[in-house]
């Protein structure tokens, strides 16, 4: 299959790197100096302390236009949205959205292909430079279908090593498990300046940890509460050592993605009625954060 994929971030790189085991792949990048790199030198994919080099894969910038493919996967920020649809929004072959959050949900009404998916990423990667990937965490790709036929997806029936995928029946309960998980976790860690495991460990930010949780789960109306509240405690733990991407983004003096996480959940508590004081508090202190460069 051709896929060609918008976005040489951590998600790109890997995304290019491991599809390219069995298929055409085309990553568009921002900068046309990311592609001649790639072009030149290949994706160099690090995992399980071994490096692989993997050549063949074609990298233009975005600029230049996209060709013919028969699955476009999004792989930038949802921030990076608004720049990326008008050149997508003509296009008729499947596209697949992998962002975070919920903010993205918004813009998909408007663009013309019958096949749109989205997808949830739990995979770590971490970008070194413009053509090195680090695969941090194995997990899935969970996929759902936001308009047209699943069934039409090959991609969830193939194997590829350490890179598994899978389907949701419904992309809105699949987005908002993870919503959950990230608006938990992102903006306290990020606050806080802890790794993941610090918001169980110790009991102060455990306590606020609870709270957060019963807050947006009552904004959310989270069908079972006593599931998630533990799915989301588990994520923590698996990933007890992980920088979380928020707080390693205000740490780099990069914008994060508290919009399209709990901005979504502020407007939702808007349009219900629902108090949000811990919500919008992080909410305010991580905009603070970010405008003052981390
Ligand atoms: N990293 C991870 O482990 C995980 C990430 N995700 C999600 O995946 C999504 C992508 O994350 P991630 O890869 O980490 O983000 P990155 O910031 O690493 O990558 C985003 C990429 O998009 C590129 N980009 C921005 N604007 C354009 C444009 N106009 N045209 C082409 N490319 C553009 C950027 O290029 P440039 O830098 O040159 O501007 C950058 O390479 C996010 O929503 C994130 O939440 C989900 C799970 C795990
Ligand atoms: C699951 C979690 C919280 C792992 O760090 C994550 O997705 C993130 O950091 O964005």
């Known amino acids: 299959m051709r896929i060609g ?3 040489g971030g951590a998600i790109g790189l890997l995304f290019a790197s491991h599809l390219s ?29 071994e490096n692989r080099l993997l050549t063949g894969i074609i990298s233009k910038g975005l600029d230049e236009g996209i060709s013919d493919v028969d699955l476009l996967i999004v792989a930038v920020k949802q921030y990076h949205l608004p720049q990326i649809l008008p050149r997508i929004k003509g296009i008729k ?42 695969h941090t965490g194995l997990g899935i790709t969970r996929i759902a279908s936001f308009r047209g036929e699943l069934g039409q997806l090959s991609l969830v029936n193939e ?20 919503l959950v998980v990230n608006a938990v976790i992102n903006p306290l860690t990020a606050i806080l ?10 009991s102060f930010h455990y306590q606020l940890f609870q709270d957060l ?10 069908q079972n509460k006593d599931e998630s509240f533990e799915h989301v405690k588990s994520v923590c733990m698996a990933t007890a050592e992980n920088r979380s991407s928020m707080l390693k983004d205000l740490e780099n003096g ?41």
């Not at 949780?213 to 989270?222: A, K």
């Not at 919009?259 to 305010?284: M, R, V």
């Open 213 to 222: 949780f019963g807050e947006i789960s009552g904004i959310l109306e989270v």
């Open 93 to 134: 072959v499947p596209l697949l959205f992998l962002q975070n959050g919920y903010g993205h949900i918004s813009y998909l009404k408007q663009l013309q292909s019958p096949t749109i998916y989205v997808g949830v990423v739990e995979h770590g990667a971490l970008k070194h430079d413009g053509n090195t990937v680090e």
């Open 21 to 49: 085991e069995k298929h055409n792949v085309t990553l568009y990048t921002h900068t046309a100096d990311q592609a001649s790199i790639i072009q030149r030198d290949g994706i160099r994919l690090i995992a399980d302390g």
């Open 254 to 294: 990069r914008k994060t993605e508290i919009d399209a996480i709990l901005g979504h959940i502020l407007s939702e508590a808007k349009s219900k009625g629902k108090s949000d004081c811990l919500t919008s508090s992080l909410y305010k202190m991580v905009k603070g954060k970010e405008s003052q460069g981390g």
């Open 193 to 202: 300046g802890v790794e993941n495991g610090g918001l169980i460990t110790n």
């Open 5 to 7: 994929i918008i976005g």
């Open 159 to 178: 194997r590829i090593d350490h890179f598994p995928f899978t389907t949701s029946e419904d992309f809105h309960s699949m987005l908002m498990d993870k």
